[in-house]
């Protein structure tokens, strides 16, 4: 499979999870702390991990990734329905803190004097 057309799987699950996360959680989790980051497809289809980032929610994290794994099989169902693919790789869902990494260095960057950083 090209390297051009797994990038276009990884888009297309990346939006359908996303948007499944609304379909699937009625108020139940804070969801405009969640994000969907990154989605990486096996090459065969088969399986994809779903980076997923918590903001602001850092007691209740593993809370959320725990409902959202719990909610695996609903979330699994709305995305064979949405998406024509050969195969609907099985998701892993795993915590992505990237983002408080980015925000951690930009910090410290915004304390050095004489830069014009500043942090968010």
Known sequence: MAVDRLERVNALLRRE????????????????????TRVETARNLRNASVAISIFGHEAERGRI??????????LQSLINRDC????????????????????????????????DVEAS
């Open 84 to 115: 024509h693919l050969k195969y609907t790789p099985r998701l892993r869902f795993m915590l992505d803190t990237s983002i408080e990494k980015g925000d951690h260095i930009l910090a410290l960057l915004a304390t050095i004097p004489g830069t």
């Open 17 to 36: 999870i996303g948007e499944a996360l609304y379909h699937v959680f009625n108020g139940e989790i804070d969801l405009a702390a969640v994000t969907v």
């Open 65 to 74: 990734l725990r409902a959202i794994a719990d909610k695996h099989a609903a």
